[in-house]
């Protein structure tokens, strides 16, 4: 299920930056508006807030240092 909904929204995104010429920046704001949004309605504002400053420390404590090629705490880039 996870592997399709990925691909499902791999092809939106596509969509949206090839085909409607849309800037990521918009297509990155729609999408986590849209699932906080969700989340909010779901589980309600709170319990969503804390799974968002969970996801931003998890972020920030290195989970896409690999893919943006960062290497260090501070979230710069090597030189």
Request: proline share 4%; aromatic share 6%; glycine share 10%.
């Amino acid at each position: 299920m996870q592997v399709a909904c990925d691909a499902i929204i791999e092809r939106a995104v596509v969509k949206m930056v090839v085909e409607a010429g849309a800037p990521v920046t918009l297509v990155i704001d729609r999408l986590l508006t849209y699932a906080a949004g969700q989340a909010a309605i779901m589980r309600g504002s709170a319990v969503t807030a804390d799974h968002f400053r969970r996801l931003a420390d998890n972020i920030e404590g290195g989970l896409f240092w690999s893919l943006a090629g960062e290497d260090r705490p501070s979230g710069g880039k090597p030189n």
